[in-house]
Each structure stands twice: as C-alpha cells, then as structure tokens.
C-alpha cells in the first residue's frame, strides 16, 4: 500500500515524463494533485511547496490556465516574504515567474516592468549564476519584443546567447537562438536570423525530435521567417505543420495554439489576396 511520499513521487515521475514529452497539458494536470500532497505532507512554508507552486505558475502560464497560475504564484510569494524576506534568490524567481505569467497574459504596464528591473537588481546584488542572469535576459527580450521594442529586445537575447553558448544547457541556448529570430529579422540581419533559426532547429531535432513543442516553436519561426521574405505558401505549409503539435502540448486556450492558428489566417489572407 502506496504512502503519501511514494504517491508525490510516483506522480513526480509522471509529470518529469510529460515535461520531457512536451505534454503540458498532462504536466498541469499532475502539478494541481502534486500541490495539494506536497502542501499536506511537507507543509505549506516547505521549500518544496514553494518550488511546486512556480512549477504550477510556469506550466499553468503556457497552457492557458491563468487564474490557477496567478493564484499559485502569489501564494509563493507571500510565504517567502513572510517566511525568508525579499533579499534572497526564491523570491528573485519567483518575482521573475509573476512578471513572466503577466506577460503571458499580455499584461505590460510600468509594475510588470518594475518586477523585472526588480529581479535584475536582485541578481546583480546576489551575484546570480550565469543560468539565472542568461534566463532572466532571455524573459526580458520577450517582454521587449512583445512591446515591438526590437533593438532593445536584440540586445537581452544577444547576451543570453553570450552567456549560453559556453554551457550545458543546450535546449536553453537553443530557445533564445529561436526567441532571438524575430527581432533579428526586424532589424534587418536577415542572415544571422537564419544562422539562428538553423542551430536551434538542429539543437531540437537531436535533443527532442520533431514532435516535440520546442521543435514547432523553432517551426513557428522558420514559417515567420518565409513570411517576412514573401514566401507565402512556404510560411502556410510551415505553420499547418506545426498546429497539432501545439494544440497537443498546451491545448486551444494556450497562446501558443492561438498564435500559431492566427498565422495561419494571415497567411490564408494574404495569399487570397494575390
């Protein structure tokens, strides 16, 4: 007969298998039985309950499900500043995960910008790691880019790029290399946009495969990359590749589904009106 503990971890194993498959709806789904065991067996000011709620914020952010994800994130970080205070690295995270779910929910007002300058701060003062200073860059160049600031946006995503290109974590440095190709391409370094889009897509297809949410988001870019350059049937073929794999990993309600679905009408409307 299974114990608490052996249920936390049995359900651990299932949701790191849904992470490695790109599956985050699965994920999510694990990640709200997994909140409330953790919370049970260890206690709702446990470092592990902490670190449960930003895994629930992360996933719930991509799949749609932002009330859940809002509720979970500020829940951590009302307890680190009772429990721990403001000067340490959980509350920089989770800080950076608020003002990344607000983002998500197209949120940009000076807060969410002061939540990042708050965590850069944060990190500069606590002499973050390489990995942390890279991701945080890397959270930020979105921002900018979202917010159609593309010099700034180029400028976060060329130094985490810096920063990564040196370490392990290859799927890292491959996810700014693709989140830098839009930017790139607006700014008018067409070539280096396509030297981008290719490391990442080869990165992806030897780490993940091609059914993976990280290969068709490296898709999603190459079919954006087609479009900027006029290749319109190209850019349409592309983006339909892509839309099963985005609407199994993350659902219809995902942005991510969302966007890909309204490139393809774009697309449609463009070449209709040819």
Same mark, same amino acid.
């Given at each position: ?191 280096? $946009?396509? +030297? ?6 080869? #990165?992806? @297809?030897? /780490?993940? =495969? &091609?059914?993976?949410?990280? %290969? ?18 190209? $850019?349409? +073929? ?6 099963? #794999?985005? @609407?199994? /990993?993350? =659902? &219809?309600?995902?942005?991510? %589904? ?17």
């Amino acid at each position: 007969m299974f114990n608490k503990k052996d249920e936390i971890d049995i359900l651990d194993a299932k949701r790191r298998e849904s992470l490695a498959n790109g599956d985050s709806v699965t994920e999510f789904n694990i990640l709200m039985k997994l909140r409330f065991l953790i919370k049970d067996f260890y206690g709702e000011n446990s470092p592990e309950y902490i670190s449960i709620l930003n895994e629930l914020c992360g996933c719930g952010k991509y799949v749609g499900e932002y009330q859940e994800a809002k509720e979970a994130i500020l829940e951590s970080l009302d307890i680190i500043r009772t429990n721990i205070g403001v000067n340490n690295m959980n509350y920089a995270s989770s800080l950076l995960n608020y003002a990344e779910l607000n983002r998500f929910m197209h949120v940009y007002t000076d807060d969410v910008l002061n939540m990042y300058k708050e965590v850069e701060l944060l990190y500069e003062t606590l002499n973050a790691e390489v990995y942390s200073i890279a991701v945080f860059n890397n959270n930020i160049g979105n921002y900018y880019l979202e917010q159609n600031d593309y010099a700034n946006s180029f400028e976060c995503f060329k130094k985490s790029i810096y920063l990564l290109k040196k370490t392990e974590h290859k799927i890292a440095y491959a996810t700014t290399l693709n989140n830098a190709v839009i930017p790139t391409l607006k700014l008018g370094f067409d070539c280096l $946009a396509y +030297e981008y889009l290719l490391e990442a897509i080869e #990165i992806y @297809k030897d /780490s993940v =495969g &091609e059914e993976h949410s990280l %290969y068709a988001a490296a898709m999603n870019s190459l079919a954006t990359f087609y479009y900027e350059n006029q290749q319109y049937h190209k $850019a349409l +073929e592309t983006y339909n590749s892509i839309l099963n #794999i985005c @609407k199994r /990993s993350f =659902g &219809e309600n995902s942005n991510h %589904y969302k966007r890909v679905q309204g490139n393809i009408d774009v697309v449609q409307k463009r070449i209709a009106s040819k």
